[in-house]
């Protein structure tokens, strides 16, 4: 496989089909220390150089002390390509660390949004990328699903509350496999978290789970994606998308079912 084409087309593919960056965008990558936002950075900028659109790209690193090692190879080695990367150390984060060591990633995934829009106003852009992957995006379907009884994911773009910010996840379509694979050939000096370290019981299970069924079923995660594109809502339980009062007058119907389906029209 190769490994540039293939992620080059998948994040494209995201980039049309949700029309994630536009013609003049100032993008702003926020580069994690890990494989998958070091990837996307990689791919922006090779998108960048072949699309037909003008779009800037910058990124940036929110210090929330959490890194196992310093962070500046990471951000030096994409200076070194040109690129503008800011590194912010965020004083609430690392004051958030010393006074609840145990915090949860609520807390701090609160305070690092907060951050990251404060970094995107003095970077004056406009569109925010993140690193998350189709992997992210399949564990977070299953974990809401069994967990927040919501069926959903993550947005592959959305705005920021204020609607300041578009934010985008190019790499909705792009596996872990891949980010991997591409971070180790291009030699970027990714940076652990210690999180990572300590991934959760839920994510850990998934994860195990994934690994065990794509033994056999390697097109999983392609499956799963593209569920999230092509709903059935007849075939779920929300009555806001089903037409109750047709299923009431058809004849074909089952006559069993009509005081079931109308019961919450
Ligand atoms: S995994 Fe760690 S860095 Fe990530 S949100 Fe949770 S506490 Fe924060």
Not at 31 to 54: F, M, N, Q, V
Not at 150 to 162: C, Q
Not at 203 to 228: G, Q, V, Y
């Amino acid at each position: 496989m190769d490994l540039e084409k293939t992620l080059l087309r998948k994040t494209g593919e995201a980039v049309a089909r949700f029309r994630m960056i536009r013609d003049g965008d100032r993008v702003a990558v926020a580069l994690s220390g890990g494989k998958d936002s070091a990837t996307l950075l990689e791919a922006l900028l090779l998108l960048s150089r072949r699309s037909p659109i003008e779009f800037s790209i910058c990124a940036f690193t929110v210090e929330q002390g959490k890194f196992l090692r310093p962070i500046e190879p990471i951000g030096e080695y994409f200076q070194a390509r040109g690129v503008s990367w800011t590194y912010f150390r965020d004083a609430p984060s690392l004051r958030l660390l010393e006074d609840q060591p145990g915090h949860g990633c609520d807390l701090c995934s609160r305070y690092r949004r907060r951050a990251v829009y404060e970094i995107a106003h003095d970077l004056g852009v406009n569109v925010i990328a993140f690193g998350h992957t189709a992997d992210d995006f399949c564990e977070a379907l299953l974990r809401n699903t069994m967990f927040t009884g919501k069926l959903s994911a993550l947005p592959a773009v959305t705005t920021s509350r204020d609607g300041e910010y578009r934010l985008i996840r190019p790499l909705v379509y792009v596996s872990e496999d891949i980010t991997r694979a591409y971070a180790e050939s291009r030699g970027i000096p990714v940076v652990p978290c210690g999180c990572s370290l300590r991934t959760g019981t839920v994510r850990r299970s998934l994860r195990d789970i994934f690994r065990e069924l794509e033994r056999e079923h390697p097109h999983l995660k392609e499956n799963m994606l593209t569920a999230m594109g092509n709903l059935d809502p007849r075939r779920l339980l929300d009555t806001r998308f089903l037409d109750l009062e047709r299923a009431e007058e058809t004849s074909g119907a089952p006559a069993e079912l009509l005081p079931i389906l109308t019961e919450n029209a």
